[in-house]
């Protein structure tokens, strides 16, 4: 539910029998593949490295198996539904930039009307899951984690404002607090400090990507916060939202009894991602900066963070 990853696309050819004029149909293979990429199941997976973290802290130990398997089904529905919205209302835009000019519905190997019935077949499966799986408030979370990524960030934000990961990105946030309502029924602190570290997380880790494919957001006039500043003024927002990252990870220690696995974790992680941050700020200020190298290791933080967070209830 958030723009994470920079190519979720598969490429579908037609094969054109010999002698003929007439293509055949692709292989049953290509289509199902093409139906697959339309859920970015990348960006999936990457949710899912946060519930079920989420879901051993709420427990402070194994979550019940039909809960904890009934909301990774769900949550990953979820996903995959508001992903397919986000690729069938952004196709216009995904023809312009070169990384997603070959995305299927640009590509015209699923048409937009089966994109968009299964968009709603996904949502509203994943509701369903959740519900029966967990209880209601697991599933009235995931209806509000699809609003915020179709309504909030891809219609309203993300074509309108600089700031549109940021707020838009509140949407990937969501599955903490889903994984933790589906296992204690409410929500308390040390949720709403999950929430707040990816939410932290999101503009460090996209930022970078912006700045990657500046050209791309811009021929497709998306104001990313790259396209409309300079990366001097960009990497100072990167590393404002950095430390606040950093700070609410050392704060989910009091607040959740976190103990010594996670502690010790979340100062060396955190150590890690802000010299990565300062090593791309010297390199803008060089004129050749490399901001992958942030992007592929905000990646590497959040699943080492989140790893440690499930950890740390075995471990005392």
Not at 83 to 108: E, K, Q, W, Y
Not at 195 to 219: C, E, G, K, N, Q
Not at 251 to 271: K, N, R
Request: net charge positive; with cysteine.
């Amino acid at each position: 539910m958030s723009a994470i990853d920079p190519d979720e696309t598969t490429r579908s050819e037609s094969n054109v029998e010999a002698g003929s004029s007439q293509p055949t149909s692709p292989p049953r293979i290509a289509v199902l593949k093409s139906y697959i990429a339309l859920t970015k199941p990348r960006i999936i997976e990457l949710l899912l490295v946060t519930t079920v973290p989420a879901m051993l802290l709420a427990a402070d130990g194994w979550p019940p198996l039909g809960v904890a398997l009934g909301t990774l089904v769900g949550g990953a529905l979820a996903a995959a539904g508001a992903n397919v919205f986000n690729s069938f209302l952004d196709r216009d835009i995904d023809a312009l930039m070169h990384r997603t000019g070959n995305r299927p519905l640009v590509a015209g190997t699923v048409p937009p009307r089966h994109a968009l019935i299964l968009a709603w077949v996904l949502s509203v499966l994943s509701v369903v899951v959740l519900w029966l799986t967990s209880n209601w408030l697991a599933a009235a979370l995931g209806v509000a984690a699809i609003a915020m990524y179709v309504f909030g960030y891809t219609l309203l934000l993300k074509r309108r404002t600089p700031q549109n990961i940021v707020w838009g990105g509140a949407a990937g946030c969501m599955p903490v607090l889903i994984g933790w309502a589906a296992v204690t029924g409410g929500l308390d602190w040390a949720p709403v400090v999950l929430f707040l570290i990816v939410f932290f997380w999101t503009p460090p880790h996209y930022w970078p990507l912006s700045m990657r494919y500046r050209d791309d957001y811009a021929a497709a006039s998306v104001p990313m916060l790259p396209v409309v500043e300079q990366d001097s003024r960009v990497v100072v927002r990167i590393m404002r939202y950095s430390w606040a990252m950093i700070a609410t990870s050392l704060i989910l220690i009091p607040v959740a009894g976190m103990g010594w696995l996670y502690s010790v974790a979340a100062v060396l992680l955190g150590a890690g991602f802000l010299w990565q941050v300062y090593a791309l700020r010297n390199q803008v200020k060089l004129g050749r900066p490399q901001p992958m190298r942030l992007f592929h290791g905000s990646i590497t933080y959040l699943s080492l963070l989140f790893l440690a967070v499930g950890l740390d209830p075995f471990v005392g």
